[in-house]
């Protein structure tokens, strides 16, 4: 494989380059910023790029934000996401192209060199490999994030026959309750979704909008 290495650590990224290309690999660039990721990645179009989270300049997120350019620029460029930081926003920027070739693993929790060069090769063939950290921090994030949390399942009922297109005295038939019933679930919807009154947009379709997004 043909391989990007991006981690501003001088002593990390010498050893991965050692361990790569021990392994049969050939690292074609090792970098240590995020713009320089994204150049390697359009000028090299390696198999798979490691990448650290923080780098300069602030040291915060700056490696995700450029692999998820890098995607951008080289659609479905393979990355694996190798950091002692779990950084969810990104992280679901990275996966949510759908495109697989994308892993993320967390440094102390890789134990054997061969599953992490068994990893390395799984996101370069198009897999998702992914730290169940990860997994569990990226749930939790989608949890508090979901604008239906607030719904009580009677609500969440009433705007699923909505998604359907069904009106409120379709649905007060397909529940066998009175209009009135449906009237008063759909308000508490428009309340909890914070779709106030408004001449320009119409709250049901918004309301049917947030249903599918989740």
Do not use: C, W
């Amino acid at each position: 494989m043909r391989v990007v290495i991006a981690d501003d650590a001088v002593l990390l990224r010498e050893g991965l380059i050692r361990l790569v290309e021990e392994n049969g690999h050939t690292v074609v660039a090792a970098v240590g910023d995020g713009p320089s990721l994204v150049e390697a990645v359009v000028e090299h179009r390696p198999d798979v790029s490691i990448v650290d989270v923080r780098m300069p300049p602030s040291h915060t997120d700056e490696g995700l934000r450029a692999a998820v350019e890098a995607r951008s620029r080289v659609p479905g460029s393979p990355i694996l996401v190798l950091s002692q930081y779990v950084e969810v926003s990104y992280a679901d920027d990275l996966l949510a192209d759908r495109r697989g070739a994308v892993g993320y693993l967390l440094k102390d929790r890789v134990s054997l060199v061969a599953d992490f060069l068994d990893g390395l090769r799984r996101v370069a063939e198009g897999g998702t490999v992914l730290d169940p950290e990860v997994v569990g921090q990226l749930l939790v994030r989608r949890r508090r994030d979901d604008p239906l949390r607030s719904l009580t399942p009677r609500e969440r009922e009433v705007l699923g026959l909505m998604a359907e297109g069904m009106s409120n005295t379709a649905v007060a038939r397909k529940m066998v309750v009175t209009e009135g019933a449906v009237e008063k679930h759909v308000r508490n919807i428009f309340t909890k979704l914070n779709l106030h009154q408004d001449e320009e947009q119409h709250r049901r379709v918004l309301a049917v909008l947030a249903y599918l997004q989740t």
